[in-house]
């Protein structure tokens, strides 16, 4: 059982920066892959960026990549999203989520693919 606890959101300009940040329960944070998701307002989950067990790989979805930079602390139980360059359309709720399998590609941007989720936290970005 993992507990997942997002914080770090808030509200910002556009073209500003915030970075979340997401504790995790637990003495096996380094067996999961972690994952950030977003939601919008009357829009379904979203995948937003994805790192490994041992933060050797990183995968973006195409509208963050250049932008925003996930990262992890085995030893503090926390993975980070550093989100530079923001812009209105990146507004939403954002999660972390853990993943104890290895995925392709495809899987690790499925939401149904994580088994742990946080209670989530929020970004707004003003014009």
């Known amino acids: 059982q993992v507990q997942l606890v997002e914080s770090g959101g808030g509200l910002v300009q556009a073209g500003g920066s915030l970075k979340l940040s997401c504790a995790a329960s637990?003495?096996?944070?380094?067996?999961?892959?972690m994952g950030w998701f977003r939601q919008a307002p009357g829009k379904e989950r979203e995948f937003v960026a994805r790192?490994?067990?041992?933060?050797?790989?990183?995968n973006y979805a195409d509208s963050v990549k250049g932008r925003f930079s996930i990262s992890r602390d085995n030893a503090k139980n926390t993975v980070y999203l550093q989100m530079n360059s923001l812009k209105t359309e990146d507004t939403a709720v954002y999660y972390c989520?853990?993943?104890?399998?290895?995925?392709?590609?495809?899987?690790?941007?499925?939401?149904?693919?994580?088994?742990?989720w946080g209670q989530g936290t929020q970004v707004t970005v003003s014009s």
């Open positions: 790192i490994s067990r041992s933060a050797l790989n990183t």
């Open positions: 989520a853990a993943d104890p399998r290895i995925r392709t590609l495809v899987q690790m941007m499925s939401p149904e693919s994580y088994d742990y």
């Open positions: 637990g003495r096996t944070f380094s067996s999961y892959g």
